[in-house]
């Protein structure tokens, strides 16, 4: 990898090896200790994040790297007149290694990857992609299912803005024999250009219909937009909605949430999404080293 963008730019057999990767690390962290202890990162969030910038920040901390951040707020607040894009990029790209970028423009990221050598990890392109996102969702599905293949997933939400749904959607046609339902309202179909980017000939339903009683990953993305839709309450989760449920089914979201899974859904042994998110370190671990092997050879 030179910088992760888009989610496409990976194989099947390279996800593979970025999960066997990170489950070596889950399972044996104090092997990884001094692993990038030379090398740095810094997060650039243009926009909000809770567990993306936290959890890429401890993942180099624990890998021995050094990481800076440049606090949103902090940049709006005392720069007065905002730095240009471009700037921030050149200078903060030649103090450190790699740089986390969440911005809102979607053109962001590859932009970024002109102006530096240190590589770029897209950690949100506005409403487009947020691929280490669904390396975590896929990190989620393979040690539960022990396979990326041959699964029923639903996902469900504003699938039009969803960069997660997006990233997620891709990646999973890269396995075969997956069914994958996509529930939204009209209004908020995937895109296109979406289903051009997908690799194997996947069964594909898209459907208004909430019916989760066959599904194996049930996958919401929520309503990043809300404030434009008055009815996502017909596509949350309730207790009600999940009493169906196979025991072996598991629930899943990017976070953060906002109403489309109620708190009674918490306690259910089906919910994954807290793991998930904590998934979230071991792969951004496995893919800063991923992203700098050969440098420290
Ligand atoms: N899932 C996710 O991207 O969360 P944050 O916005 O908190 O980073």
New binding site residues.
């Given amino acids: 990898m030179n910088n992760l963008i888009g989610i496409e730019q990976l194989n099947k057999e390279e996800i593979i090896e970025l999960l066997e990767l990170t489950k070596d690390i889950e399972d044996n962290p104090k092997k990884y200790l001094k692993k990038l202890e030379d090398k740095s990162l810094a997060t650039l ?1 243009f ?9 890429s920040s401890l993942a180099m901390q624990k890998l021995g790297g050094k990481v800076i951040e440049l606090d949103k707020a902090k940049f709006n607040e005392e720069m007065g007149e905002e730095e240009s894009f471009e700037d921030i990029i050149k200078v903060v790209g030649d103090y450190v290694d790699i740089i986390c970028l ?1 911005h809102s423009d979607e053109k962001s990221p590859n932009h970024a990857g002109s102006l530096t050598k240190a590589k770029i990890i897209n ?2 392109n506005g409403r487009d992609q ?1 691929p280490t ?1 669904a390396l975590l969702d896929l990190y989620t599905i393979w040690k539960e299912f022990k396979r990326l293949h041959n699964l029923n997933i639903v996902i469900v939400g504003d699938l039009k803005h969803s ?2 749904a997006h990233s997620l959607f891709i990646a999973l046609s890269f396995f075969e024999k997956n069914k994958i339902k996509l529930i939204s309202p009209n209004i908020f179909k995937m895109p296109k250009r979406y289903f051009s980017l997908i690799r194997n000939e996947i069964d594909i339903n898209k459907t208004e219909k909430f019916e989760l009683e066959n599904e194996d990953i049930i996958y919401m993305a929520g309503f990043p937009i809300v404030e434009k839709y008055d009815n996502y309450f017909l596509y949350d989760l309730s207790i009600d909605k999940v009493k169906n449920l196979k025991e072996t089914s598991i629930i899943m979201c ?3 949430r906002i109403g489309e899974i109620k708190k009674e859904v918490d306690a259910l042994p089906q919910a994954r999404y807290f793991q998930q ?1 904590k998934n ?1 370190i071991f792969v951004r671990m496995a893919i800063f080293i991923k992203l700098l092997e050969g440098l420290n050879e």
């Fill in positions: 969030f926009q909000d994040s809770t567990r993306t910038r936290l959890s969440r950690c949100g947020h996102q960069r997660s990017p976070l953060p998110s979230g």
